[in-house]
């Protein structure tokens, strides 16, 4: 073997990193960070199938410091080739770990740009590319003056930082408001709200979502794939997914949006890595949400990937940072092969459930490819964020309605006869 690789708080899609590193000859290990006791046992089985998303042997776990000195001296000792940040919260370790190591990554100077949503939409400001007006604020009273100063139009409020939706509200009038800033607030304990207590408030952009995944080396930046959100209005807080649709990036609709993110990765500047970035288009055009640099999420297996991508995009990652010598070899735009839907489970209302009955009801779909679930003997809590879905299914064709029409199955079923899904013998 070549030597150690690591991967920082592996999770979701990140652990498709595990069979490229074997095939590159080097030797995977995941680096995870002990969280609060009454979280490990919840952890453990959330990155054991996360891990199992290969189908290989999982590799070496070691765990973090307390602190980024402690972490530093054991991964000093460890002699990695590279380190690769697996979730967001990796990130910001990734990045200073590679710099003290002489290891290829993205500068510490950028990381404020990389990873706060506030000063993420000022460096587009300063260079004159579309930006969402924000600012920010540790109060209701700071929020509601936002608020009323943009004509009691909708606003949106969350975290700087943070995943899955968690802690997106839009609103539209006080109670809202103060509702949004009490949750938001309350995240401080779980790490999406910083010590300060501050958080994100934005003008609210009407139009349709868009992802854009792609990796940069020496600041030239390919895009690896494309995708189309469908999303549903929850009252006083963000949109739901409905489903996660590939689109091709070459496509008229794409064009602009392609041409959009590349300008705003050379603002930030993006130099090496990944990025999963996700763009609001209005009728004036497309506008970034956020940037995140590490994989895009989804609990996406690399075989699921490879039947309509041609790829499963961290292979390409790894090209990336292992061979930039033929980075340059590679297309500016990788092509779709085929059709490829994710469609987040909705849970309507709180629900307990002996039984899971998802792969039962998906599992006849004719675009069917897989579905991950959280099993039965629990609860399942309404769907407000990317975090409290019930479940995921993954669809597959070559024809693109077949995988709209299982769809819309799907959500029929979930919205009007949820019990179908979420089994109580009890009812």
């Known amino acids: 073997m070549k030597g150690i690789i690591l991967i920082l708080d592996c999770s979701s899609t990140s652990a498709n990193y595990i069979y490229d590193i074997r095939k590159e000859g080097y030797t995977p290990m995941l680096m995870e960070f002990v969280p609060p006791n009454s979280e490990i046992d919840r952890n453990r089985k959330l990155h054991d199938f996360f891990y199992s998303l290969n189908g290989d042997t999982t590799p070496e776990i070691i765990y973090g410091g307390q602190d980024y000195s402690?972490?530093?001296?054991?991964?000093?000792?460890?002699?990695?080739?590279?380190?690769?940040?697996g979730s967001d919260r990796a990130i910001e370790w990734t990045s200073l770990l590679s710099n003290d190591l002489n290891l290829p990554g993205t500068s510490p100077r950028h990381l404020l740009y990389m990873r706060n949503k506030y000063f993420m939409q000022q460096v587009l400001k300063n260079a004159g590319i579309r930006y969402i007006k924000s600012a920010l604020a540790t109060s209701y009273r700071e929020a509601l003056d936002f608020y009323l100063s943009h004509e009691e139009k909708p606003i949106v409020i969350k975290p700087l930082q943070g995943t899955a939706t968690i802690g997106v509200c839009i609103c539209s009038n006080e109670k809202e408001i103060k509702d949004a800033v009490n949750y938001n607030k309350s995240l401080k304990r779980i790490g999406h709200v910083d010590e300060t207590g501050t958080f994100l408030l934005q003008e609210y952009i009407e139009g349709v979502e868009f992802v854009v995944n792609t990796i940069s080396c020496a600041r030239r930046h390919i895009v690896t794939s494309a995708m189309k959100y469908d999303k549903i209005q929850i009252e006083g807080r963000g949109k739901i997914y409905n489903y996660v649709q590939s689109v091709s990036p070459t496509s008229d609709e794409l064009k602009p949006i392609v041409d959009y993110i590349i300008n705003v990765l050379d603002a930030i500047p993006v130099t090496i890595g990944p990025t999963h970035s996700e763009i609001m288009v209005d009728n004036y055009g497309p506008v970034l949400i956020e940037v995140n640099c590490r994989p895009c999420g989804g609990l996406m297996r690399r075989s699921w990937l490879e039947k309509f991508l041609g790829h499963h995009e961290t292979d390409i990652y790894l090209k990336a940072y292992l061979h930039p010598e033929n980075f340059n070899l590679l297309p500016n735009v990788f092509e779709p092969i085929s059709?490829?839907?994710?469609?987040?489970?909705?849970?309507?209302?709180?629900?307990?459930?002996?039984?899971?009955?998802?792969?039962h009801i998906c599992s006849q779909l004719e675009s069917f490819d897989y579905e991950f679930d959280m099993g039965g003997e629990r609860l399942y809590e309404k769907t407000i964020d990317f975090s409290t879905n019930g479940g995921f299914v993954y669809l597959c064709h070559n024809d693109k309605n077949v995988i709209i029409k299982d769809c819309l199955f799907l959500h029929h079923v979930e919205m009007s006869t949820p019990e179908l899904i979420f089994e109580n013998d009890s009812c």
């Open 70 to 85: 402690e972490t530093l001296r054991i991964v000093k000792k460890l002699k990695p080739s590279l380190i690769l940040a």
């Open 339 to 359: 059709n490829g839907l994710i469609k987040p489970i909705i849970v309507p209302h709180d629900i307990y459930a002996k039984h899971n009955n998802l792969y």
